[in-house]
């Protein structure tokens, strides 16, 4: 999703949309509720957010943190320079029970606590200037559900590989639709879906003229079942 609305996902789309940076919401419940719209809230007018492994964190937490610390995210052929990643005490403390590994230990080492918020860590990744202390803001003053751990990461957008060949999905929508997001706002959305409902309505009058014309030329191309034969003709052609 971005500030106003939600981007189908698809990379054409997203890469049209030329979005500058990407939060990425790692673990959670499904949907995210007061989390979700707290931090669509920081948003720029071309940051994206999106989910990543949504009540299934715990299984992969390892894996799940020390990607992100090395800014290893495939997620629509984006590649970033940098950013900042946020996490909670309750998943450095579920990682640690785990056992992690020397590389996952070293990598952990970078997160700093956070004086006035005693159960948050962040730390700088890559090289970025873009500041995401409003996301910090934000986050430190939520309650994170332990049974449900989620991390978040804040990253500055370096390049989005372009889709090989034609994608029809990105197509399609781009003429229906003409916009790159569909809004929240109901009436802003009811007006993109009138104009939905009038091109298609085109299209299907379109159709409906075609139609009409090929049957129209089935009819007047076919041969007359009541045709009169000879006899000579009859015995000839249906013998």
């Not at 979005?19 to 509720?33: C, K, N, R, W």
């Not at 939520?142 to 090989?164: G, M, T």
Request: glycine share 8%; proline share 3%.
């Amino acid at each position: 999703m971005c500030k106003d609305g939600f981007i189908l996902n698809d990379r054409d789309l997203v890469r049209k949309f030329n979005p500058d940076t990407a939060l990425f919401v790692i673990g959670g419940s499904e949907g995210y509720g007061a989390l979700g719209d707290a931090l669509r809230t920081t948003l720029s007018e071309r940051g994206i957010m999106a989910s990543y492994l949504s009540e299934n964190l715990s299984r992969s937490i390892k894996g799940a943190l020390l990607r992100a610390l090395k800014l290893q995210f495939m997620f629509l052929g984006m590649s970033f320079a940098g950013g900042r990643i946020f996490v909670p005490g309750c998943v450095l403390r579920k990682v640690n029970s785990l056992k992690p590994g020397a590389e996952l230990r070293a990598k952990t080492e970078i997160l700093q606590n956070i004086p006035e918020k005693k159960d948050w860590a962040t730390a700088k990744l890559g090289n970025t200037a873009v500041d995401f202390s409003k996301i910090g803001d934000v986050l430190y003053d939520l309650e994170i559900d332990e049974s449900s751990p989620v991390f978040v990461c804040a990253l500055s957008v370096s390049n989005i590989k372009r889709h090989k060949g034609r994608d029809v999905v990105s197509g399609r929508w781009e003429e229906l639709l003409g916009v790159g997001s569909i809004p929240f706002d109901k009436n802003s959305r009811r007006e993109v879906e009138a104009q939905v409902y009038a091109e298609l309505e085109a299209h299907l009058e379109l159709w409906r003229l075609e139609n009409s014309e090929r049957e129209k030329d089935t009819v007047e191309n076919s041969t007359d079942d009541e045709t009169e034969f000879s006899e000579e003709e009859y015995l000839e052609n249906f013998s």
